[in-house]
């Protein structure tokens, strides 16, 4: 039986072809420490992650970098990195290439986001169809945040500005460390019993585990049993929480969850107030329109008498005379001063009027003569002087020595 011999590109190619149809290789995060990184000049990546009995290499292309690390890199770190393992067919070695990295303890604390996020959905709290509508005039809003910081700063300084008249009323909570949870869902609870309008959850951004109290299952909880409709505003715009999917309504930040819970009145009553500037101002051009169209009809009735209709008309006939004949003599004495300055034009570029003293332009069968060469004896020529034309026949000709 003949062997079959393999090249190693071959080798290769196999190997890469059953590591690239693996589903389990094809997304998945590895825990370990960071080693020989390596920060190259292309803007990539490389390292090796490892824990005490093994090592794989790893690569992170530039692309990724700059979305999917959000810190430096550094040897000695405790890394969680997503990604893919794949062949590098050129060495034959396999290594990670890495889409996004986590610090070990932030790692943790994304598994367990997804865990819960998984769990409450399937448990019903993130469904559309219990959403409730957020009131659009509300006349009081609940906030739960912190008692200080720029949130709540914000948000009294946007409230102000788009409807002064609406009443806050602030739940102090923590928001950040133990305890911090079970805070927020007391303040949900204790304003929903209020019967306000609406309630603004959140705080200003930060990491994620600065943000993890809006990710308890506490406070999900809460917002799923309030009768109140909640705007969970926390973090930053990329910023998701457990809380975002089980508010009512979800805001970027904490500004924007008080631009969503007051309408922007002020602008509204600036809007009615043009509106009835413009329907008095409409008003008045009517009256003054009709006022006006009265008092024509008086000067029109008073224009009815035949006799004064008879001298209007006359003295209009006298003025449109005098009109037409000034327009005429304008006209003809316009036209009289350009017709001289052209005649004097028109007679400056004539060649006879510079044939004068003496001067005369001749020419020979009605060509030009600029040399004695150009005649010989009994030539008839012409000879064009200022006031006429002279026929003469060459009788002598006379070269003139240079």
Known sequence: MAVRNYTVSQINGYIKNLIVNDYLLSDIFIRGEVSNCKYHSSGHIYFTL???????????????????????????????????????????????????????????????????????????????????????????????????????????????RRNPFVQLILYPAKVQGEGAACDIANGIRTLDKMGLDTIIIGRGGG?????????????????????????????????????????????????????????????????????????????????ADIKNRILSYERQ??????????????????ELYDRITRLMQSQYDRRYHRLQVLSSKINGMSPTAKLINGFGYLEKKGTPVSSVKELKMGDNINITVHDGIINAKVGGIDVEEK
């Open 50 to 160: 490892k824990d005490e009995n093994a090592a794989v290499a790893a690569v992170m292309f530039k692309g990724n970098v700059s979305t999917g690390l959000p810190f430096q890199l550094e040897n000695g770190q405790l890394v969680v990195a997503h990604g893919n393992i794949n062949v590098y067919e050129r060495d034959g070695r396999y290594q990670l290439y890495v889409r996004d990295i986590k610090k070990d303890g932030i790692g943790n604390l994304y598994e367990e986001y997804e865990r819960l996020k998984q769990k409450l959905y399937e448990q019903g709290l993130f469904e559309f169809d219990i959403k409730k509508p957020i009131p659009k005039y509300p006349k009081n809003v609940g906030i739960v945040t912190a008692g200080t910081g720029a949130a709540i700063q914000d948000i009294k300084n946007i409230a102000k």
């Open 301 to 318: 009735f008073r224009l009815l008498n035949p006799q004064k209709k008879l001298m209007d008309k006359q003295q209009y006939i006298d």
């Open 207 to 287: 990491s994620i585990e600065d943000l993890w109290a809006f990710n308890e299952e506490e406070v999900a909880w809460a917002i799923y049993h309030a009768k109140t409709p909640i705007i969970s505003g926390t973090g930053h715009e990329i910023d998701n929480t457990i809380a975002d999917y089980a508010a009512d309504l979800r805001a970027p930040t904490p500004s924007a969850a008080c631009e969503l819970a007051i309408p922007d009145v002020m602008s509204t009553i600036r809007s009615i107030e043009d509106m009835r500037n413009r329907i008095t101002r409409s008003m008045d051009n009517r009256i």
